[in-house]
């Protein structure tokens, strides 16, 4: 018969890798919600009246507040994959949905845009944060 030291140091690994794939799940819910109530916030409304230089704005500065958050915290990657599809579906549902579309769905191809830009500048800046970050924990 096993001793309990043997069997919990044979599982140990399963159980750190289930601790960490439920952790990734709870934060990628995390990052989704707080980009979908940034989208709603800034964005969500334009409906009543144009998009406005300053909405964008805000926007774009939450989603790199979001980005950069995760980034420092190690998590920029599962940020950069979880803000590029959450957006890219928050923009396709509006945009499908506008009355104002002709019916020729273009929002598919701006759907791509998003998708392309948010990833490309994502990396970016998750890859610019870690380079960071390291070169802040060397000097330490």
């Known amino acids: 018969m096993r001793k309990w030291s043997q069997v919990k140091s044979q599982t140990g690994w399963l159980v750190r890798c289930l601790l960490s794939c439920v952790e990734a799940f709870f934060l990628a819910v995390v990052i989704a919600g707080g980009l979908a109530a940034g989208y709603f916030v800034a964005l969500g409304w334009h409906r009543l009246q144009d998009y406005q230089g300053w909405r964008v704005a805000l926007f774009v500065g939450w ?78």
């Open 63 to 140: 989603v790199f507040l979001i980005i950069v958050a995760a980034a420092w915290f190690r998590r920029g990657v599962l940020a950069t994959i979880v803000v590029t599809l959450a957006l890219t579906v928050l923009w396709s549902m509006d945009a499908s949905t506008d009355p104002v579309d002709d019916g020729q769905g273009l929002w598919a191809a701006g759907a791509v845009m998003i998708f392309v830009g948010t990833l490309a500048g994502s990396t970016l800046l998750t890859f610019i944060i870690a380079q960071s970050r390291k070169g802040s924990i060397k000097k330490r």
